[in-house]
């Protein structure tokens, strides 16, 4: 099979757009689920729902991949999931290190949806000298030492990067200058790299954050309803703000 190496995704020279890159994944998640329940096809709506998207965005994401479905019939639902594989790069072996063998990171080494998804976590790696040579999930941890050495023997070209903020960055140039392409980072910080290397950003604390903003503004919609208040889209209706921004021309407070 294959190294990540050996061959790149070809989404962007065919010109997909990365928010219908973005939902791929979200359609492949369905399309398994279906496939294991021997779901031979399935209409637009069906799977739009199933994906949490409406039908007429499905239909034109799937026209950038070619696939228009069967009036009457659907979707081949086994066609699909190879077609959006291929599309993802998951039909062939993409090594994966992770970096940062703490709770989050031995948690990522023991999730097994990467094994299924084309991902082989190809090392772990951590800078505590205590951690060298433990297994986690089966694999012995290295040290920070061995990293260069381990991206070029494996092929790796993505890089998982679990450890402290304060590290992130220092473990981020060690990784690019070895030759990784892909960096999916889970420390709480903003990584700077160059040109030609992509970095997707999982902060648990910040999507935590925004849902605590919506549950304070249903918790504040609850509470003027209950009080009989005007709604306040209503509200700035009947009285129009009359406040000014800094330069004198712009309101200080947008309506949402």
């Known amino acids: 099979m294959a190294t990540g190496r050996a061959h790149r995704p070809a989404t962007r020279s065919r010109g997909i ?10 359609y492949l998640r369905a399309l ?3 496939s294991e329940r021997s ?7 069906e799977l739009a729902a199933a994906a949490g998207v409406n039908s007429a965005k499905l239909r034109k994401d799937f026209s950038y991949l070619g696939s228009y479905g069967t009036r009457g019939v659907g979707y081949d639902v086994e066609y699909l999931v190879y077609q959006i594989s291929r599309e993802l790069g998951l039909t062939q072996d993409w090594p994966v290190v992770i970096v940062g063998i ?11 949806g990467f094994a299924s998804r ?14 060298a040579g433990k297994p986690v999930a089966g694999i012995p941890v290295q040290h920070t030492d061995e990293l260069e050495k381990i991206i070029q023997d494996d092929g790796v070209s ?3 990067i679990a450890t402290p903020a ?12 070895a030759g990784v392409t892909s960096i999916l980072n889970f420390a709480p910080t903003v990584l700077n790299v160059p040109e030609g290397v992509d970095v997707r950003k999982v902060d648990l604390s910040i999507e935590l954050q925004i849902l605590a903003f919506h549950e304070q503004r249903k918790a504040g919609e ?5 009080a009989g208040a005007v709604p306040p889209v209503a509200a700035r209706k009947q009285q129009p703000s009359t406040d000014q921004g800094p330069d004198g021309d712009v309101p200080a407070v947008m309506p949402a």
Request: aromatic share 4%.
């Open 118 to 131: 084309g991902f082989r976590v190809a090392a772990l790696i951590d800078a505590d000298p205590g951690m």
């Open 39 to 45: 779901v031979p096809t399935v209409s637009s709506e």
């Open 166 to 177: 304060g590290a992130a960055q220092q473990v981020c140039d060690r990784l690019v200058a």
């Open 17 to 26: 757009p990365e928010a219908t890159v973005a939902r791929l994944p979200l």
């Open 102 to 112: 703490g709770n989050l990171g031995a948690a990522l080494a023991n999730y097994g």
């Open 158 to 160: 993505i890089g998982v």
């Open 222 to 226: 609850v509470a003027m309803g209950d």
């Open 32 to 34: 398994t689920a279906l």
